[in-house]
């Protein structure tokens, strides 16, 4: 969820639907608590490709924010109509934009027997903060909940399993909405030529996803297989930058099977509900937005907003800026707006939507992140957490 749920595997999606648990679905425990190295090695090429990538994702949201929104629609109507809002519409806001930033942690519970909500509160804000301000921020946001949740007693097998689970079911869902939104948009009318193909594209790439996975599970050769392949694929994509062949993936997924598949009997429904509660409740905020603007249904049907929504998702897979900033505003204004909608009226809406979803999770995640950081009263020893049999323990 986003803040809710800063996304797995690339960072934020729209509105930040998600605390930043963008692990890959094979990868190495080492990876997770990876030794930098000696000093100055890699370090001075890593740190120029940080600060280009700061400066380019500054410049993608400066171009956006002084640029494209002056250009794309009048800033006074904009500010206008969000003034206009009732105080019962603003409650109302605020409310469901709570509820969507509590719907992650159902998600993280299901995944981390033991985690309580509270604590879940803490892990879920302070790395959507992250990820939402700080270049590559769900790299970082991965790193700080690995700490937080190893402070607090958990095992690196339970940890790596809640954030390659969540990081799996999350893209599931991302891959599911476009398929849903086609689908209602299709019984409602003509979905025209270019949403056909969209979705046929959401259905193949979600189908293929399910089967990737369910061979994983099927047993340790295909879990093997799938792992190597993955490994040659990746492999040969990053060949062409110089980077070294990645090892290991093969014995990590099986790993990964013999880890998760206790927990996925018990548990795969609770997580499936709670997972697309979560994407749903942030789609919710932007509906409730259009409609307390003044966007009627008659002018974006709430099928053609869920469209706009899941495929923003998408496009927000690669992250380019923080949390998606500008390029999730972008994304969900033309779109919306081709749909039907007024243009500044849309574009009130979708910064309405944003500065729930994706400003007011930074406050809360650094307030979150100074308790952790104050609070001993939850710490414990290595893997002192309390044992469950739905995760076998280890080091």
């Not at 986003?2 to 648990?21: L, M």
């Not at 079911?169 to 003509?190: D, E, R, Y």
């Not at 293929?208 to 994983?216: N, R, S, T, W």
């Not at 999730?328 to 309405?352: K, P, W």
């Amino acid at each position: 969820m986003t803040a809710h749920r800063p996304d797995p595997a690339a960072g934020p999606a729209v509105g930040s639907a998600a605390p930043a648990t963008s692990v890959p679905a094979v990868v190495p425990d080492s990876a997770l608590t990876a030794d930098p190295g000696p000093a100055g090695a890699a370090r001075s090429p890593s740190r120029v490709r940080q600060v280009v990538s700061a400066l380019g994702s500054l410049a993608v949201v400066i171009a956006i924010f002084w640029y494209f929104l002056p250009q794309y629609a009048d800033i006074s109507k904009v500010g206008s109509s969000v003034r206009d809002m009732t105080w019962l519409e603003v409650t109302t806001l605020v409310v469901v934009a709570g509820w969507n930033l509590a719907t992650y942690l159902f998600v993280m519970v299901a995944t981390m027997p033991g985690l309580t909500y509270s604590q879940a509160f803490v892990v879920a804000e302070s790395s959507t903060a992250v990820a939402n301000t700080v270049p590559a921020g769900g790299a970082i946001g991965i790193a700080t909940s690995f700490g937080m949740f190893h402070s607090w007693g958990f095992s690196r097998s339970r940890i790596s399993v809640s954030l390659l689970l969540t990081g799996i079911w999350n893209n599931f869902a991302k891959l599911s909405l476009p398929v849903l939104a086609l689908a209602l948009i299709a019984l409602q009318g003509n979905p025209g030529t270019g949403r056909l193909i969209a979705g046929l594209t959401g259905i193949a790439a979600l189908m293929g996803a399910i089967a990737v996975f369910a061979l994983v599970l099927r047993s340790d050769a295909w879990a093997q297989r799938v792992g190597d392949g993955l490994a040659r694929w990746v492999s040969a994509l990053q060949r062409p930058l110089g980077r070294k062949p990645v090892e290991g993936w093969g014995k990590a997924t099986r790993k990964f099977r013999s880890r998760t598949i206790l927990l996925l009997r018990s548990r795969w429904r609770w997580l499936t509900l709670a997972t697309l509660v979560s994407h749903l409740s942030l789609f919710l905020v932007l509906l409730l937005s259009l409609r307390h603007i003044g966007v009627s249904n008659r002018e974006v049907s709430w099928a053609e907003a869920l469209a706009v929504f899941a495929f923003a998702r998408l496009v927000t897979a690669i992250p380019i800026t923080p949390g998606g900033v500008g390029i999730v505003e972008v994304a969900l204004i033309t779109g919306l707006s081709a749909a039907g909608g007024a243009r500044s009226q849309v574009a009130a809406a979708v910064l309405v939507f944003r500065a729930l979803t994706y400003v007011l999770p930074i406050p809360l995640g650094l307030g979150a992140y100074v308790f952790w950081r104050r609070n001993s009263s939850w710490r414990r020893a290595p893997n002192a957490a309390p044992r469950t049999e739905l995760v076998p323990e280890s080091a």
